[in-house]
T-cell receptor
Framework: SQKIEQNSEALNIQEGKTATLTCNYT??????LQWYRQDPGRGPVFLLL?????KEKRKERLKVTFDTTLKQSLFHITASQPADSATYLC??????????FGAGTRLFVKA | NAGVMQNPRHLVRRRGQEARLRCSPM?????VYWYRQLPEEGLKFMVY????????ESGMPKERFSAEFPKEGPSILRIQQVVRGDSAAYFC??????????????????FGPGTRLLVL
């Protein structure tokens, strides 16, 4: 069956450290993968998109990797700040109309 | 630049009543998606619409749920005869994707703040 799995447990890290979130998928062949941020009571906000033929994408303190062999994406936030505390969702685009979302990983950055 | 707007933000209904959720996409966007989110769960795709067309409704329950995106006005997600299990946050997203376009940039979806439906 098709699955997208993100760390179900919350990730707690100290301010200034690098946060690394994982997204694994099975039985999908995504054309691209996206990461979104969601704050409590709000809608998701798009952060980054990486295509199947790209290994890595960066945007300011954010870095995403995409390994189609391992069927995994890693999302890194360097020099993390308390304001980075949120739930981060990965989403697969299969090239059709649907975007398939993972359940998200909650990140807490302590000052 | 107004973002995606949804109203109401909170909606309380009793079992058996109807719920109408509205979504106004970003200016210039003609593609709308509806998702449902339960606590601690991911967003579940429900339906994808263009103006006056339902493109993909494979995620929508066959009964009681319907969606439309008229030529004028917001997109509406309608739930008839609500049950407690319909309680969830419903998010609308829009994208600038054009018909037949394959640009990955256009796959980015811009989400509204959601409508939280509580069925008593």
């Amino acid at each position: 069956s098709q699955k997208i799995e993100q760390n179900s447990e919350a990730l707690n890290i100290q301010e200034g450290k690098t946060a690394t979130l994982t997204c694994n998928y099975t039985n999908y062949s995504p054309a691209y993968l996206q990461w979104y941020r969601q704050d409590p009571g709000r809608g998701p906000v798009f952060l980054l998109l990486i295509r199947e033929n790209e290994k890595e994408k960066r945007k300011e303190r954010l870095k995403v990797t995409f390994d189609t062999t391992l069927k995994q994406s890693l999302f890194h936030i360097t020099a993390s700040q308390p304001a980075d505390s949120a739930t981060y969702l990965c989403a697969l685009g299969t090239g059709g109309f649907k975007t398939i979302f993972g359940a998200g990983t909650r990140l807490f950055v302590k000052a | 630049n107004a973002g995606v707007m949804q109203n109401p933000r909170h909606l309380v209904r009793r079992r058996g009543q109807e719920a109408r959720l509205r979504c106004s996409p970003m200016k210039g966007h003609s593609h709308v998606y509806w998702y449902r989110q339960l606590p601690e769960e991911g967003l579940k795709f429900m339906v994808y619409l263009q103006k006056e067309n339902i493109i993909d409704e494979s995620g929508m329950p066959k009964e009681r749920f319907s969606a439309e995106f008229p030529k004028e006005g917001p997109s509406i997600l309608r739930i008839q005869q609500v049950v407690r299990g319909d309680s969830a946050a419903y998010f609308c997203a829009s994208s600038p994707r054009t018909s037949g376009g394959q640009s990955l940039i256009q796959e980015t979806q811009y989400f509204g703040p959601g409508t939280r439906l509580l069925v008593l």
